[in-house]
């Protein structure tokens, strides 16, 4: 059995250490885990016949934009595209829609509409082009 996954996680099998008893935490991605640890700066993913550890450079409980930039850029980028597109489109929609003599709500809605689509869709590929780029570091 190999030890370390491909993102350079420590397995662990539960035969080793059945019962993780620390606080269970929300935060940080789960990767398909049934639940996720933290403890300090230790991250603890509990899949069903094992547990995955990695050593976080920042605490997300005691810093979480430290931990953003420092741990998982890929979602202040994915974050960062789809506010500055979803606002930019939203702004363009908007704009349109008031020139074709919509009114000021029916523009509004639209530049939502348009704004959310655009952002979250361009949000998703920096995300996922930031991970791969991140990914193929280790």
Same mark, same amino acid.
């Given at each position: ?69 420092? &741990? ?6 994915? @974050?960062? !595209? *789809? /506010?500055?597109? %979803?606002?930019?489109? =939203?702004?363009? $929609? ?5 020139? &074709? ?6 523009? @509004?809605? !639209? *530049? /939502?509409?348009? %704004?959310?689509?655009? =952002?979250?869709? $361009? ?16």
């Amino acid at each position: 059995m190999e030890f370390i996954d491909t993102d350079g996680n420590i397995i662990v099998p539960k035969a080793v250490r059945p019962i993780i008893d620390f606080k269970e935490t929300a935060l940080g991605s789960k990767k398909g885990a049934k639940r996720q640890y933290r403890y300090g700066n230790l991250h603890i993913r509990d899949y069903d016949t094992h547990y995955t550890l990695h050593m976080d450079k920042v605490n997300p409980l005691t810093s979480p934009l430290g931990h953003l930039l420092m &741990d998982a850029p890929e979602y202040l980028a994915g @974050a960062a !595209a *789809a /506010v500055i597109i %979803g606002r930019c489109v =939203g702004a363009a $929609v908007y704009r349109g829609r008031k020139r &074709d003599g919509k009114s000021s709500r029916d523009a @509004a809605i !639209a *530049a /939502v509409v348009a %704004g959310y689509l655009a =952002g979250s869709s $361009v949000g998703n590929i920096v995300f996922s082009a930031a991970s791969s780029l991140k990914n193929g570091r280790r």
